[in-house]
């Protein structure tokens, strides 16, 4: 299965794009700022990038640069979705020595895209299944540390990040956090190591219904399956 990341401020273009391509058998992530967009394509390496122009915090242009400096992006194919010809034009002449990129024009319509979508991705885009941890009623894909809970991908994380919430999710209760810090840390790690990971955890999960939570000796995750869970300690 063939992984796409497409990058785009607006969420009902996301949701569009996201039925058709899950229609067609592809694997579809998310990103909705340019900074966003960029650490996903990171983190994940995905096969074929769908990128808009005008993005908050870092625009198209900007992102593209910058996955072009890095071994695991550098020839990603990438679409680029313009809604003005000019802003095509400014992106062909500023990115000219940056292939493979595509251009399609907005409103993009699924007779357009993908057929541009195949030609780029060929027979070489296809993925054996990930190898994925089911724990704690999540799944761990270690291959790109993306987690989901369903069919809904909650998070993509950094490794230590990862590791946490993976430990937490095997926990039956609350995992001290010397045995934390031993795991994913080892001797070298403090317990101040651990206390910035978890703040950093609670950001990325958000609003979502898993929470970390602080106990006496260490952290639990309060899942939606914990009957009367409350929000987590801050």
Not at 152 to 169: D, H, Q, Y
Request: aromatic content about 6%.
């Amino acid at each position: 299965m063939a992984r796409i990341l497409c990058v785009e401020d607006d969420p009902d273009f996301q949701r569009l794009i996201s039925r058709v391509l899950r229609n067609q058998g592809y694997e579809v992530h998310y990103a909705f700022t340019g900074p966003e967009g960029r650490e996903k394509a990171l983190a994940l390496n995905p096969d074929l990038i769908l990128m808009d122009i005008v993005l908050p915090g870092l625009n198209g242009i900007e992102v593209i640069k910058l996955l072009r400096k890095s071994e695991n992006t550098k020839r990603t194919p990438v679409i680029v979705m313009t809604s003005f010809h000019a802003e095509a034009g400014f992106m062909e002449s500023d990115v000219a020595s940056l292939p493979p990129i595509e251009y399609l024009r907005k409103p993009v319509r699924p007779e357009d895209l993908l057929p541009r979508l195949r030609a780029l991705l060929g027979g070489a885009g296809a993925k054996p299944p990930a190898e994925c941890w089911v724990s704690g009623g999540l799944r761990f894909f270690p291959d790109s540390r993306s987690v989901w809970a369903g069919n809904r991908m909650i998070a993509v994380l950094p490794p230590k990040r990862f590791g946490l919430l993976v430990e937490l999710s095997r926990g039956s209760g609350e995992v001290p956090w010397h045995e934390l810090v031993r795991k994913l840390w080892g001797r070298s790690g403090r317990k101040n190591d651990l206390e910035k990971t978890v703040e950093r955890l609670r950001r990325d999960l958000g609003d979502q219904a898993y929470r970390v939570e602080t106990t006496r000796c260490g952290y639990r995750l309060v899942s939606p399956a914990v009957s009367g869970a409350r929000p987590a300690a801050r």
